[in-house]
């Protein structure tokens, strides 16, 4: 009860300390939430969304989860997605893993911790995507590696939601982003450049595989990534990761426009 007893404490001179900076900050917040960011993240107790980047309460909405994990079963998540997209409006959806997770280290190793274990085959469903060229990869490289395409691969999940396929079609101005986060220094690298509409998302997917080849080496110059990456469209197959989206269509990205 002592720890309890503390937490309340700290929130009490927080709010207090939020007060004196800002008098009407309470007032205005207990008024109406709106955010334009929607943040898929991991659990992970080091990963606050709005700590990191230095949003306060109120300016992002928040889904969390072990492995920042999107699956077209999830109820929880798709309606936190369904409500940040049809009635908040935001405007940028943002996946977002980080180097170090538990959870991706745990399947990697073959941990059974539990319950999660089941949950976790969705990132092993990734793994054994990609498995050819995560094997070429040392260990290190390996997990930081997957880490990276599970947020990828998320990101392609969201795009591929009835919930977004109905925003896009009815023209609503939404952006998803892949975004990692590292424990090590703070920092946040961008994996994409924000894919905005299902005419987008293939090529979108296939640049962001594409930074990764198969001998885990970092990403070519502009221009010969460029060349092998493809523009906007998606455009170009020979890339290190085109053999797993090769069997991506866009039949699938459109089937919910055309309802």
Aim: glycine share 8%; charged share 20%.
């Amino acid at each position: 009860m002592a720890e309890l007893t503390t937490l309340l404490k700290q929130n009490k001179v927080w709010a207090e300390r939020i007060l004196a900076e800002d008098p009407g900050f309470f007032s205005r917040l207990a008024q109406i939430q709106n955010p334009r960011y929607l943040w898929i993240g991991c659990s992970d107790s080091r990963v606050p969304a709005n700590q990191i980047t230095g949003m306060d309460p109120g300016e992002v909405f928040v889904h969390r989860n072990v492995a920042n994990v999107v699956v077209h079963t999830d109820l929880n998540c798709l309606s936190t997605i369904q409500y940040a997209v049809d009635m908040l409006k935001v405007e940028h959806i943002i996946v977002c893993g980080h180097y170090g997770c538990g959870g991706i280290q745990a399947m990697l190793d073959g941990q059974r911790i539990g319950l999660v274990d089941n949950w976790l085959r969705h990132v092993d469903d990734v793994h054994d995507k990609h498995h050819e060229s995560l094997e070429k990869l040392d260990a290190a490289q390996r997990v930081k590696t997957l880490c990276e395409l599970n947020v990828i691969e998320q990101v392609l999940n969201v795009c591929q939601s009835t919930v977004l396929q109905d925003a896009w079609s009815r023209g609503q101005s939404l952006q998803v982003h892949a975004w990692i986060y590292s424990l090590h220094d703070g920092r946040i690298q961008a994996l994409n450049q924000g894919i905005e509409g299902p005419d987008t998302v293939i090529g979108g997917y296939r640049r962001a595989g594409g930074q990764h080849d198969r001998q885990g080496r970092q990403p070519p110059p502009a221009e010969e990534h460029t060349r092998r990456c493809g523009n906007r469209s998606g455009e170009g197959d020979d890339h290190p990761f085109a053999d797993a989206v090769a069997g991506q269509q866009h039949a699938p990205l459109t089937r919910w426009r055309d309802r």
